[in-house]
């Protein structure tokens, strides 16, 4: 009995003595550097690192999220600290190897969803707080991560490595000088804020067309999500020409602005990044974009027309197009097409209304849209969609008839694009592609 005792009681001394030294190694390890994680903060941020890493209902950077690829559907990754579905086990190489390099902690190469292209410019500095962020300020959570929705062989990776070869550029080293506003900006549109992803036009390998302002191609709009990623460059008629720092400033600031409205994508980008982002780091990026040469030369402003405001207020338009903009879109828009400052975005002169390609318009007239909220502007207004109440041929009315009013000078509309946009929406929208059906009494 005693020599139980003894033996019990010396185990238990070497269970304390063991617990002790855990702790004291414990107090001992290095505490994060807070304002390290903090900066990290704000750059994960500036790179709207939780609009891809968290699905709808799921928790922040638990990852999960469908991206539709022209190959498949991938997920985003759990990037959350949970060392057996996350990346608890990376060390800081490992976590800049997939940031800039886009190659996993096992070597695999990661597919270009993840816009590891532009993150090649993020600085070492910069990597380092953001590594310091994600390991100490973020939570851990246990989601696994989802297979790729890829049949083989597309969904082997090894080819991938070529494409990192071929359109992946250099990473970047310290340096530079930060108080220059312009190289600010630079930085920030092409790596973190990764920009030319959705505002560059795409290659035949489903690269960037240009990943920097060599080419007027970066950044002069791309096709995503069903939707135009409208041209950044300084274009009068759809890019960013007539707008001035102060009006870039806003909208990323607000989603909105005297000019414009953010809709799909564009209003997450504003909801969960820019609108945290500093005056001094929105002003350098509005200078940086305000800096880019247009796509077209030598093309004027458009000028706004007066006439189509007077057909629609005398009723002597009795056009298809002209009946469904006053039926559907005058009580907002209003007949003169110059809407609502901040509220109802204009539809004269609008980047969005004479781009080249009418994807963005058909599909904002399908599905609605609506605006994010935010600190500066907390109203949210909305449009509602007309996907189930508009024939294919009504919609390509009332957009040609948006498109070539009030001085507006852009192509017409066939019910075909309608109907191919309206493939393209989620099935919890409804849709119709003929007349809607008359109601019985």
């Not at 304390?16 to 855990?22: E, I, M, N, P, V």
């Not at 990346?87 to 190469?109: P, Q, V």
């Not at 006439?307 to 003169?336: E, I, V, W, Y």
Request: proline share 6%; net charge neutral.
């Amino acid at each position: 009995m005693i020599k139980k005792h003894f033996i019990a009681a010396c185990a238990a001394v070497m269970t304390l003595s063991a617990f002790a030294g855990s702790a004291a190694l414990a107090q001992n390890a290095p505490a994060p550097d807070q304002q390290l994680v903090q900066r990290g903060e704000y750059l994960a941020k500036a790179g709207d690192c939780v609009a891809c890493h968290t699905t709808k209902g799921g928790k922040p950077f638990a990852g999960g999220l469908p991206i539709v690829t022209p190959i498949g559907t991938v997920y985003s990754s759990n990037i959350t600290p949970d060392k057996t579905n996350g990346i608890g086990n990376y060390t800081e190489d490992d976590f800049d190897k997939a940031l800039r390099h886009g190659i996993r902690k096992d070597g695999a190469s990661l597919y270009p969803a993840m816009p590891y292209p532009s993150y090649a410019k993020v600085k070492p500095a910069d990597v380092k707080a953001l590594y310091a962020y994600f390991m100490n300020g973020v939570k851990a959570d246990p989601t696994p991560n989802r297979n790729v929705d890829i049949v083989w062989p597309l969904s082997m990776r090894w080819p991938l490595s070529i494409w990192r070869k071929v359109f992946a550029p250099a990473v970047a080293i310290d340096g530079g000088d930060d108080s220059n506003a312009l190289l600010r900006g630079q930085y920030l549109v092409e790596g973190l804020g990764h920009c030319g992803a959705c505002h560059t036009p795409r290659g035949v390998g489903m690269q960037e067309k240009a990943l920097t302002d060599d080419s007027t191609q970066f950044l002069s709009g791309g096709v995503i999500d069903g939707y135009l990623a409208n041209n950044l460059r300084g274009d009068a008629r759809d890019g960013l020409g007539t707008w001035s720092e102060a009006d870039i400033v806003t909208f990323l600031k607000t989603g909105r602005n005297t000019h414009s409205a953010a809709f799909g994508g564009m209003a997450d980008v504003v909801a969960n990044s820019t609108q945290y982002l500093t005056d001094a780091d929105l002003t350098a990026m509005a200078k940086y974009l305000k800096s880019l040469k247009p796509v077209k030369e030598g093309v004027a402003p458009l000028a706004y027309d007066e006439k189509t405001h007077q057909a629609l207020r005398k009723g002597s338009d009795q056009s298809p197009g002209a009946m469904a903009f006053l039926n559907n879109c005058a009580a907002c828009h209003r007949s003169t097409g110059k809407g609502w400052d901040e509220t109802f975005p204009h539809l004269a002169q609008s980047a969005t209304v004479n781009a080249d390609n009418p994807a963005s318009l058909i599909r904002i007239v399908l599905e609605g849209a609506e605006m994010p909220w935010t600190h500066k502007a907390p109203t949210q207004f909305a449009m509602p969609g007309f996907a189930s109440r508009m024939s294919d041929q009504e919609v390509a009315d009332v957009v040609t008839f948006i498109r070539s009013s009030w001085g507006n000078q852009a192509s017409a509309v066939t019910a075909g694009d309608v109907a191919k946009a309206r493939k393209e929406l989620p099935k919890t929208v409804a849709s119709t592609g003929s007349a809607p059906a008359p109601v019985k009494p």
